[in-house]
């Protein structure tokens, strides 16, 4: 536990997505692109996913971290789905997508992410249900990546106007 906290204080906090070109890096990291932030080296790394922790008890654990509280929520909701499980030599490469990765992946081929994602409002049940209409029903996702995709979402949207870049916004 002492470990996870210092190797919690030592991250550089800045989200990677942001200026490196990335036309999406507006939207805020999912649980993936946070545990790298936050578990900078592999022995850090493979602790956390060792471990068994609801969402509740991530959220404890991560408080103090530097993360802000967005951010460790995110975190707490990926790890408490995702852990425990047996990490490789590179936990990081190895992480199963994360609601960002899916928001991306899956909602822009029948409508903008805009209209259909980034300005919606709703809870975890909210976002679940999105899965019931058949066309949405088809989409490639099993339950537990649509219960990753829902607690990001829920957390994270709706974004605010001016947060998402002009020439997305249709
Ligand atoms: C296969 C095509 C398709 C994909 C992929 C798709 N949608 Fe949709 N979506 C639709 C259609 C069709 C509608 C209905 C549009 C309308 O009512 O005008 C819709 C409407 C919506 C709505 C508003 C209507 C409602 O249910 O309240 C939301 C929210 C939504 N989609 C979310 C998503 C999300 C989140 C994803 C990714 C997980 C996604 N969609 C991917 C086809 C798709």
Known sequence: MRRFMMALMLVPLASAAVGNGDPF?????GG???FARAFPDSRAQQAALAETRSAAEWSAALAGSGLTER???TLAAYLAHIAPVQAGLDPVADL???GRDMALAQCQSCHSLFSGYLMQR???QGWLSVFASPFHAAIPMTEGERAIFADYSAINLP???DEVPPELRF
């Not at 890096?25 to 990291?29: A, E, S, T």
């Open 71 to 73: 951010e460790a929520a």
């Open 32 to 34: 993936r692109g946070i």
């Open 122 to 124: 709703r809870d975890r």
């Open 159 to 161: 974004m605010r106007l």
């Open 96 to 98: 199963p997508r994360d």
């Open 25 to 29: 890096g507006f939207l805020p990291d």
